[in-house]
T-cell receptor
Framework: EAGVVQSPRYKIIEKKQPVAFWCNPISGHNTLYWYRQNLGQGPELLIRYENEEAVDDSQLPKDRFSAERLKGVDSTLKIQPAELGDSAVYLC????????????????FGEGSRLTVL | SQQGEEDPQALSIQEGENATMNCSYK?????LQWYRQNSGRGLVHLILIRSNEREKHSGRLRVTLDTSKKSSSLLITASRAADTASYFCAGGGGKLIFGQGTELSVKP
């Protein structure tokens, strides 16, 4: 079974340019997360989706960041315009429905998208 | 904001030795999880301990949880060079909040 797939793996852009990251979660996982991980730090939650609904976006900088999860499967995270401080690894993760009987609490992560803003 | 703080931030040991990492967290949790991250890769789930459990084993891993002290420890026994990675604790009551991580280096 395929894991969480993210693209692109690496992206280098000039500041003020837009950038988008794509995530395909594990089939059957209703919950999807976007985390940002700065160098030497732990991941920080940006947004969490239950199906197509964003249930926690309190840490998402909404002036420049946006996310969507149309049809409750794939998700896209966009930054426009990018700033130097946005350089980080953007991690997508998925899990089973937290309310379901099969929920174990385990998150499955993709390999991440490393963004460098020059 | 970070939920947990791992201690030490970095740990270097020889192959065959045991490695112990500690984690302290701030808020009430339903469970506490430990993840591993190899350089340049995503995180991989290692083990989960529920708030009503005190100790859990999985292979060479042993996790303890003390909810009164809001702390957890991860013990890796008989470490191998392949255990070299960063280790993160994560706790939460609905969403996982990760700590800063412990960078473990196991020298052959």
């Amino acid at each position: 079974e395929a894991g969480v797939v993210q693209s692109p793996r690496y992206k280098i852009i000039e500041k003020k340019q837009p950038v988008a990251f794509w995530c395909n979660p594990i089939s059957g996982h209703n919950t999807l997360y976007w985390y940002r991980q700065n160098l030497g730090q732990g991941p920080e939650l940006l947004i969490r989706y239950e199906n197509e609904e964003a249930v926690d976006d309190s840490q998402l900088p909404k002036d420049r960041f946006s996310a969507e999860r149309l049809k409750g499967v794939d998700s896209t995270l966009k930054i426009q315009p990018a700033e130097l401080g946005d350089s980080a690894v953007y991690l997508c993760a998925s899990s089973l429905d937290q309310g379901g009987t099969s929920y174990t609490g385990e998150l499955f992560f993709g390999e991440g998208s490393r963004l460098t803003v020059l | 904001s970070q939920q947990g703080e791992e201690d030490p931030q970095a740990l270097s040991i020889q192959e065959g030795e045991n490695a112990t990492m500690n984690c302290s967290y701030k808020t009430s949790i339903n469970n506490l999880q430990w993840y591993r991250q190899n350089s340049g890769r995503g995180l991989v789930h290692l083990i989960l301990i529920r708030s009503n459990e005190r100790e859990k084993h999985s292979g060479r891993l042993r996790v303890t949880l003390d909810t009164s002290k809001k702390s957890s420890s991860l013990l890796i026994t008989a470490s191998r060079a392949a255990d070299t990675a960063s280790y993160f604790c994560a706790g939460g009551g609905g969403k996982l909040i990760f700590g800063q991580g412990t960078e473990l280096s196991v020298k052959p």
